[in-house]
């Protein structure tokens, strides 16, 4: 699963780029939660938070059912 995760990051990574940011995989939790790192302009952004539940967790759970949510770690 966590291989399907990261191919999903990396697709998802360079509009994160384009704006001067990125994204890490950090951990997929035995509760189903992805836990992400948010990088450069991404991690200082007031809109983070939206990315990560707007974009992230919305295409992670389109593509598979079984993540329950995405959250930023630090």
Partial sequence: M???IKDALDQIR?????DGGD???VEYTDDN???VRLQGHCAGCPGAQ???KGVVEKILKESY???AGVEAVM
């Fill in 33 to 35: 939660i992805v836990k």
């Fill in 65 to 67: 059912p079984e993540v």
């Fill in 2 to 4: 966590e291989d399907k």
């Fill in 14 to 18: 360079p509009f994160l780029q384009r």
């Fill in 23 to 25: 994204i890490e995989f």
């Fill in 50 to 52: 939206m990315t990560i």
